[in-house]
């Protein structure tokens, strides 16, 4: 017993020692090395948790930050026109700064993809250059100078009604029309058209505004001719909406995204300077100093012709077209949220109330769509969210110090049976 005793005091002492000399007996660093193990295990759980729900969210973040891009646009673009640069002559300048931005990456990344180019394909290519970018952008921002960047922003949603439109009469969409998602798709198209009608022919009463514009644009010019402005973004859209569907139809034929664009971009810069030439005989239209002029046209070809294109490249790939489509609204909100209140720009009843219904016929046929990419998943049911979660890998975390629990805890003597 006495024995016993002596040895505890030692064993005491011996600790009493060792701590006093800044280290701890074994039972004590056995116990933090667990309190660290803890402790790390969590701090790295919380990261890919974090990381987790970053990647979750991804896509929305990123369509969220491309349409705040297209809605920078409209202003940027209107300044720029207002201060007296010509529209064709911009048309021609951003798609070559485009071109020449999407070159390097579209020359790398899809050198093993880009199938050889016949004459039969150009000429494809420059057919839907023509409706992509020689046609219907010419119209679309010349339009700009007759209405305002509410209007252009709401009439981009109807681009899905006219796309559904031109498909069933080709007979590219199948409509049954007693399945409600069928009843919801021809439903919302009318809805839409009816407020495509509503900000054409109806402009109505004026918004009063509650307080002065906080940025002023200079050399703002007035909108004096509102129906042959609406003409003309009609006319772009139904052109948009040809320009969509004949994509689909050459990306079979060609599946480099990337280089397509990139042609899209020189051969429709080609078409726009063209055109500009054959209407605008004053070379004076053709210089740009370095004022809002130039910064309207890297914006627009380096932002909107390179990296948002890129973003909903990725974002249809990832979650479908119905998902990058449904965001499309953002930009209509944002866009007169800042022309009222920011620029102190009119905004008529016409306009509010055509775009409202509008973008109410878009989530109606956007849910008949839908149903369509519910049918093709078939037996599966797997939603784009589901796909995603398959795609985490489950991740066992091992923390250096609980490898060196483990190593002591193996290196014990195991307690052999009689």
């Not at 295990?41 to 929305?60: D, E, N, Y």
Request: positive net charge; glycine residues 8%; charged residues 15%.
């Amino acid at each position: 017993m006495e024995l016993r005793r002596s040895y505890l005091r030692s064993s005491d002492s011996l600790g009493m020692f060792l701590a006093s000399n800044g280290e701890a007996p074994p039972q004590c660093r056995r116990e933090k090395v667990q309190r660290l193990g803890a402790q790390s295990r969590a701090m790295t759980l919380k990261a890919c948790a974090s990381g987790v729900i970053f990647r979750r969210f991804k896509p929305h973040l990123l369509m969220v930050a491309a349409q705040m891009g297209y809605t920078f646009l409209y202003f940027i673009t209107e300044a720029s026109f207002n201060h007296g640069m010509n529209p064709h002559v911009y048309i021609t300048y951003r798609h070559i700064v485009g071109g020449l931005v999407m070159l390097p990456f579209a020359y790398f990344l899809e050198r093993n993809l880009r199938p050889k180019l016949t004459l039969a394909l150009f000429v494809e290519i420059f057919v839907l250059s023509l409706l992509g970018v020689g046609l219907t952008l010419n119209m679309y921002f010349a339009s700009l100078r007759y209405t305002s960047p509410v209007f252009l922003s709401s009439m981009v949603n109807t681009i899905a009604s006219l796309t559904f439109i031109i498909a069933v009469t080709l007979r590219m969409e199948v409509l049954d029309v007693r399945n409600p998602r069928g009843l919801a798709k021809v439903l919302g198209t009318l809805v839409s058209l009816a407020g495509v009608m509503t900000m054409t022919l109806y402009k109505g009463p004026m918004a009063r505004n509650l307080w002065g514009a906080l940025v002023h644009i200079h050399g703002n010019s007035i909108h004096e001719n509102w129906l042959k402005g609406s003409i003309l973004t009609v006319a772009s859209c139904i052109t948009w909406s040809i320009w969509y569907i004949m994509q689909a139809i050459t990306l079979k034929k060609y599946p480099a995204p990337l280089s397509l664009t990139t042609w899209m971009s020189f051969v429709g810069a080609a078409q726009s300077a063209a055109f500009t030439v054959f209407i605008e005989h004053e070379p004076a239209a053709w210089t740009i100093g370095f004022n809002i002029d130039l910064w309207s046209t890297i914006y627009a070809g380096v932002v909107c012709s390179g990296l948002i294109i890129y973003i909903q490249l990725w974002c249809t790939e990832e979650k479908g077209p119905v998902f990058v489509t449904m965001f499309n609204p953002l930009s209509t909100i944002m866009v007169a949220v800042l022309a009222y209140f920011v620029l102190g720009e009119k905004l008529y009843m016409g306009s509010i109330l055509g775009g409202v219904i509008v973008i109410i016929g878009l989530y109606i046929l956007l849910w008949g769509k839908e149903g369509d990419q519910e049918v093709c998943v078939g037996p599966q049911k797997q939603s784009y969210l589901s796909y995603d979660e398959q795609k985490e890998p489950n991740i066992q975390i091992i923390t250096s110090v609980e490898m060196e629990i483990h190593k002591r805890d193996s290196q014990k003597p195991k307690p052999t049976s009689k």
